[in-house]
């Protein structure tokens, strides 16, 4: 048995599965994506368009719940990586993107705004996130581990929710940077 995340919200699906967003940021099909999805996992698969295929987790970094995965024959399939932009510029009030995609449905945008540019986050597991872009911004479960898009549809933060040490639910974006 693994120990849950701080970033695991407890959500419980009959068929073992999780599930949850990423984003290619190259052409050689690396994916950026939440620790917390896969972590655990025994097999993770990603959905391009209308296919399933594999993928190998090639870092995690559990701190600030990111993950590189990496796909085979990624000229082969129909991705396109996002542009990265500087998270050092995102400001209070800046829109902000959320895009993800819940198992089953198709990719969905959500909007709002950068709530607040915090400088730590503690969770009741005792684990902080610096430097952490708040969101008002109502990520669900198939968002985290999306990108968060500025006005020029630029990543500037990867999304996920975390419990904190009040008991609250923070929905944030690990900056890109």
Same mark, same amino acid.
Not at 62 to 71: C, H, K, N, T
Not at 115 to 124: G, N
């Given at each position: 048995?693994?120990?849950?995340?701080?970033?695991?919200?407890?959500?419980?699906?009959?068929?073992?599965?999780?599930?949850?967003?990423?984003?290619?940021?190259?052409?050689?099909?690396?994916?950026?994506?939440?620790?917390?999805?896969?972590?655990?996992?025994?097999?993770?698969?990603?959905?391009?368009?209308?296919?399933?295929?594999?993928?190998?987790?090639? +870092?995690?970094?559990?701190? %600030?719940? #990111?993950? &590189?995965?990496?796909?085979? !024959?990624?000229?082969?399939?129909?991705?396109?990586? $996002?542009?990265?932009?500087?998270?050092?510029?995102?400001?209070?009030?800046?829109?902000?993107?959320?895009?993800?995609?819940?198992?089953?449905?198709?990719?969905?945008?959500?909007?709002?705004?950068?709530?607040?540019?915090?400088?730590?986050?503690?969770?009741?597991? +005792?684990?902080?996130?610096? %430097?952490? #872009?708040? &969101?008002?911004?109502?990520? !669900?479960?198939?968002?985290?581990?999306?990108?968060? $898009?500025?006005?020029?549809?630029?990543?500037?933060?990867?999304?996920?929710?975390?419990?904190?040490?009040?008991?609250?639910?923070?929905?944030?974006?690990?900056?890109?940077?």
């Amino acid at each position: 048995m693994v120990a849950a995340s701080a970033f695991d919200i407890p959500t419980r699906r009959t068929d073992g599965m999780l599930s949850g967003s990423g984003f290619v940021i190259d052409h050689d099909g690396h994916i950026v994506t939440a620790a917390h999805l896969v972590r655990a996992a025994a097999d993770v698969r990603v959905t391009i368009g209308d296919r399933s295929v594999p993928a190998r987790g090639l +870092g995690v970094d559990e701190g %600030d719940d #990111l993950a &590189l995965l990496g796909i085979n !024959h990624a000229s082969s399939l129909p991705i396109e990586p $996002l542009t990265l932009g500087d998270s050092d510029t995102v400001r209070v009030g800046d829109p902000a993107m959320a895009i993800g995609r819940a198992a089953g449905l198709a990719p969905a945008l959500t909007s709002g705004t950068v709530a607040a540019r915090q400088p730590s986050v503690r969770a009741t597991s +005792g684990t902080t996130v610096t %430097d952490a #872009l708040q &969101l008002d911004v109502p990520l !669900h479960d198939g968002d985290c581990g999306g990108p968060l $898009l500025d006005s020029s549809g630029q990543v500037t933060g990867v999304n996920t929710r975390m419990v904190t040490d009040a008991g609250d639910t923070v929905a944030f974006a690990i900056p890109v940077n």
